[in-house]
């Protein structure tokens, strides 16, 4: 079931690097946040109380498989879970490599920038790499 | 196991609404917030996958029979539930009821604030009804 005018309805949200029929894993385009992945329901759902057990057992063990290969990959020194929604209230985690000198450490990446940075072609290379890192842990 | 100099090792972390050998559930003290709850695993563990499966599944399950309790009691128009500590990193929990007229909504929390708000004595109360909530839930 879908939403009419849900963007993650109407659109993958993101170049997507891995799914199945519960839900898909897109690389969200944010220059400060290499790494960055985003799980998403693919079935319209605005909690995850809403999800019965097995759909949110599903989910949360592609949550945490994304999380090993992001950790296996970036090297991160912290990582950062959430869903929120309040924005676009279906079903997402965000999954967010963290570095202690990232554009927000140690805010949140939602709060006010606490310095500026430069790109780091080194993590945007290891980036690259996740999708080969998903595949090896969830499979085709 | 604890942490020498981490918080959430050697403090609740707030006032324990419910608690078993895995985790506490907390009242987080935000006059903004009436009803943010924060599960706060009891061993020291900096990230959701260095917890076992069995580990990780207990403590999912409490993050949401909390998420369950604060939708029926506070009737948010939608919940956060975020793991991040860059701060503390202690695997914690925060689970937020979100209200369209709350100080920051549509942003996350940690984000600047949208607008002022006056305190809602309405949902004080309410929260007041979520250490019930929990024990009806979770049992002791």
């Not at 799980?39 to 949110?56: C, F, G, N, P, Q």
Request: charged content about 30%; overall charge neutral.
């Amino acid at each position: 079931m879908s939403a009419p005018s849900c963007e993650f309805c109407g659109s993958p949200g993101g170049p997507v690097l891995w799914q199945n029929d519960l839900c898909r894993v897109v690389r969200v385009d944010e220059p400060d946040y290499p790494g960055f992945l985003r799980v998403i329901l693919k079935r319209h759902a605005r909690e995850m109380t809403d999800l019965d057990e097995s759909e949110r057992a599903g989910l949360m063990a592609v949550v945490w498989a994304v999380e090993s290969a992001v950790r296996e990959v970036m090297e991160p020194d912290k990582m950062n879970v959430a869903s929120l929604g309040n924005m676009t209230p279906h079903v997402h985690w965000h999954v967010i490599p963290r570095f202690g000198d990232d554009r927000h450490f140690p805010s949140p990446i939602w709060a006010t920038p606490r310095r500026e940075r430069a790109p780091s072609p080194e993590r945007e290379a290891r980036a690259q790499r996740l999708a080969g890192a998903l595949l090896d842990r969830l499979g085709r």
